[in-house]
């Protein structure tokens, strides 16, 4: 594949990427409970829910955010009732976030919901084009560990 070749698909490959992301989002929003969440919102929810208890500069690390940024999101969660944050008891100054009832049950709901919709998608997809899409992962995986790997250093 020449180098112009790859610039293409790599094009291609984004501009696909996110327009299904906005897609999705676009036709969950509706059927989602509560508030409507911004994309950063879910993000910051996903990483507590990885990681119970981690602390705001952590988090913004892990969403490639400031730490200002990640504070706004939080307070914007916890007034929502999505988000506890709780003084670390090691570092009094800093603060430990934890996921509500109610963000663990959206979470689950909206991962529900967007398995139903890509799955109703999928299944209209020819035979061919679905192995494609399941062929392609492990090389989607890798991608995303070659720019994890390049973003560390």
Do not use: H
């Not at 969403?63 to 009094?92: C, E, I, K, W, Y």
């Not at 890509?118 to 995303?144: E, F, K, M």
């Amino acid at each position: 594949m020449t180098g112009l070749e790859q610039v293409v698909l790599s094009e291609e490959l984004m501009t696909t990427m996110a327009a299904l992301r906005r897609l999705v989002r676009r036709r969950l929003r509706p059927v989602m409970p509560g508030p409507p969440l911004r994309g950063a919102q879910v993000e910051l929810l996903q990483v507590v829910e990885r990681q119970p208890g981690i602390g705001i500069a952590p988090a913004g690390r892990a969403l490639q955010l400031a730490a200002n940024s990640v504070s706004t999101l939080v307070n914007q969660l916890v007034d929502q009732g999505m988000l506890v944050r709780q003084a670390d008891p090691d570092d009094r100054r800093a603060a430990r976030l934890w996921l509500t009832e109610a963000a663990t049950q959206r979470l689950a709901a909206w991962r529900r919901a967007r398995v139903e919709l890509v799955t109703g998608g999928v299944a209209g997809l020819s035979v061919a084009d679905r192995q494609a899409l399941a062929q392609a992962l492990p090389a989607l995986r890798a991608l995303l560990v070659a720019l994890e790997a390049g973003e560390q250093r």
